[in-house]
């Protein structure tokens, strides 16, 4: 043996005595003395409780950016959005619809809200634990996120609950008495909202998929408790408050579509918080939400502004940012349960179906959904929440398991077919509670204050009518 090989041989001997003693089932007195491992103990201790203080700071860290990004797409991203597809007259009176619920529903939410959707109750509304936040603080809920504090958790979801009442305004724009819209959110917040919230999302909620729920409906991040609700609402509020004066015969163009398109991106890039943020972790789960969020918006875009270009043989940008939000409304329930190639498909299918309520369908029935929220929310959200028991897969979220803990399929191309059941029941449980509660709710408010401004408010705009004020002064 020459010494290059002599040096080989004794310079890798330290390297594999080590591999040895590291791969060897040894006894565990020759392993490590049993006083030596009662000494590490409090030092193992200590670093678990670091790791697991690392991790927790991490997660919180990123919701409460979630929780800005969410906030943020009510104001401005949905204030912009929909105050520039309105008139001049009516920009301020519309922006400020949502910027109120801001404030209201933050209020109801604190006092009673989060308590009703997330306290222990039964299987249709939760109870009273949480009343006034008592309770909320500091320490996690294991319930629903384990690893940060459940005053974030409240938080997250409360934002959830400013932005799904504010999509309803769409359909009434220019025709709601300011006072009539905050009372009518206020009742609507707590007969529909809540109640959804908690059947879907709750502990022991009827519909919950991972705590108890009798029907477990998949729905990430709000395609039942969020676009469904409030679309299928919308609906309700534009067919009993009637047309707007001179509808269809006189034409209402966006007065500003510049303002839209801003508040489409900022809507696009505060949904990374909405769908993202639901897996409540900053994990892989997380991570794929963001991608099939992204590629959603993407298809949805090519969806609408590829059927648009080739009836009329041009795109137009109002087109393309009313299908990223169609392709955004559709992969919200899906975001945390399917992967890239399923998300684009979900994207282009919803864009294709709001270019179709909106162009034909809405022209068919006559129905004056001013800002098409029923098209874009209700019915995108309707196939997202179906189309989430088609393309929900175990090899993204394994969300069911047997009583061994083996994962089981998740959706219908997953091998589960009667998944696509669980989402027939929980749409049309959606669909159900948000047209019975709206109606009653309307006709409470009609007969209180009434719904509609005179014709002669309407026709002065509900800037000057409702809030004395003009949102553009001109002759400066």
Same mark, same amino acid.
């Given at each position: ?89 009516? $920009? ?14 933050? $209020? ?142 006189? $034409? ?100 294709? +179906? ?58 219908? +191309? ?12 929980? $749409? ?22 009434? +719904? ?25």
């Amino acid at each position: 043996m020459d010494g290059s090989l002599l040096r080989v041989f004794f310079g890798t001997l330290p390297f594999r005595a080590a591999s040895f003693l590291f791969a060897s089932p040894l006894p565990a007195a020759v392993a490590a003395p049993a006083h030596g491992s009662a000494a590490l103990a409090p030092q193992i201790a200590a670093l678990q409780q670091q790791l697991a203080a690392a991790r927790s700071a991490g997660d919180n860290a990123w919701m409460l950016v979630c929780c800005a990004l969410v906030l943020l797409m009510t104001g401005p991203g949905l204030a912009l959005f929909y105050g520039g597809l309105v008139r001049r007259k009516n $920009v301020l009176g519309t922006m400020m619809q949502s910027f109120a619920l801001m404030a209201i529903v933050t $209020v109801i939410w604190a006092l009673f809200g989060y308590s009703l959707c997330f306290a222990p109750g039964n299987v249709f509304i939760g109870g009273f634990r949480y009343l006034f936040l008592r309770g909320v603080g500091a320490a996690p809920n294991a319930a629903y996120a384990p690893t940060i504090p459940q005053q974030t958790f409240m938080l997250f979801q409360l934002m959830f609950a400013i932005i799904t009442p504010a999509l309803i305004t769409g359909a009434f724009a220019e025709r709601m008495k300011f006072k009539a819209m905050a009372l009518f959110m206020i009742l609507w917040t707590i007969v529909v909202y809540d109640p959804l919230a908690h059947m879907v999302w709750g502990q022991g909620g009827f519909l919950n998929a991972t705590l108890g729920g009798r029907f477990p409906t998949l729905d990430f991040a709000g395609g039942t408790v969020v676009h469904i609700s409030s679309g299928v609402s919308a609906l309700v509020c534009a067919l009993y408050l009637g047309k707007r004066l001179g509808y269809p015969r006189e $034409v209402s163009p966006p007065h500003s579509v510049v303002l839209s398109f801003i508040g489409a991106c900022l809507l696009w890039f505060g949904w990374f918080g909405f769908n993202a943020g639901s897996a409540l972790a900053a994990g892989s789960l997380a991570s794929s939400a963001f991608v099939a969020t992204q590629f959603g918006a993407a298809a949805g875009v090519l969806g609408w502004a590829g059927a648009e270009w080739l009836r009329n043989g041009k795109p137009s940008a109002l087109g393309a940012i009313s299908g990223a939000v169609a392709g955004l409304v559709a992969i919200t329930p899906a975001s945390g349960f399917v992967g890239p190639m399923s998300s684009l498909a979900i994207g282009f299918i919803a864009g294709l +179906l709001g270019y179709f309520m909106v162009t034909f369908i809405k022209s068919r029935f006559a129905y004056d959904d001013s800002l098409d929220a029923f098209g874009v929310h209700g019915m995108c959200g309707t196939a997202g929440a179906l189309l989430t028991g088609v393309f929900a897969t175990v090899a993204v979220n394994p969300v069911f398991h047997d009583a061994s803990g083996r994962a089981l399929a998740v959706g219908l +191309l997953d091998g589960n077919p009667g998944q696509l059941l669980n989402q027939l029941v929980a $749409v049309a449980i959606s669909w159900g509670l948000a047209i019975v509660g709206t109606l009653v709710i309307l006709k409470v408010v009609d007969m209180a204050v009434g +719904l509609r401004v005179s014709p002669d408010q309407e026709s002065q705009g509900l800037d000057l009518s409702q809030h004395g004020e003009e949102g553009y002064n001109l002759e400066v």
